[in-house]
């Protein structure tokens, strides 16, 4: 019964998510293939990108206030013109079932994706309940590394390469190379003093 109170949940949730982004959903097709490398200049493309905003981020040199309101003027601005230029070139004829059955494959993976997100992060709060010990020791070292990265290097630049990870996470996901390197990592020969006897 739990389960099938999940499964309608998640489908009520990719439908709210669909109605969300109706206005975006001739934009969110090609989208789809360039997040996931779908030709090799995809991931050139992102960084290069990214990579510009943040040029034209570093020259403008504005304050913190001044840099998110362009920031959000940016994405007002995109939000408000993607769906008018989306509409004015394709039209409602455009729209094929094959069309509708890859938006909502989007969709229900990006329900997909956020749920194991909130499930992860729900798993690392109930280590406080089950393991304070455990929870304490991984919060500080995460949040002492954290504040140690920060202090040695230029905010920008850090927030350049979380958006480049954030960016390219989906496609390194979609090849395997994340798989391939955890597995390169686990047939690497471990020292001494970490072998287990």
């Not at 390469?161 to 979609?174: D, F, K, N, T």
Request: glycine share 4%; proline share 4%; with cysteine.
């Amino acid at each position: 019964m739990a389960e099938s109170t999940i499964v309608q949940n998640q489908e009520h949730q990719v439908k709210k998510l669909k109605r969300f982004l109706e206005g975006w959903r001739m934009a969110i097709l090609p989208l789809k293939s360039v997040i996931l490398w779908e030709q090799q200049w995809h991931p050139c493309a992102i960084v290069g990108s990214v990579s510009i905003l943040f040029l034209i981020i570093w020259l403008l040199d504005l304050n913190s206030i001044a840099t998110l309101a362009v920031i959000g003027l940016i994405l007002n601005l995109i939000d408000f013109s993607v769906p008018v230029i989306c509409n004015s070139l394709y039209g409602p004829s455009s729209w094929t079932g094959q069309h509708e059955k890859m938006f909502e494959d989007i969709c229900k993976n990006m329900v997909a994706s956020y749920n194991k997100g909130l499930q992860n992060i729900r798993m690392f709060y109930s280590l406080r309940e089950t393991s304070p010990c455990m929870y304490y020791i991984i919060s500080i070292t995460v949040l002492c590394t954290l504040a140690w990265i920060a202090s040695s290097m230029n905010n920008i630049f850090l927030v350049y390469l979380l958006s480049i990870v954030m960016v390219l996470w989906p496609g390194l996901r979609s090849k395997g190379i994340f798989n391939m390197i955890l597995s390169l990592v686990n047939m690497a020969p471990k020292a001494a003093f970490l072998k287990s006897e």
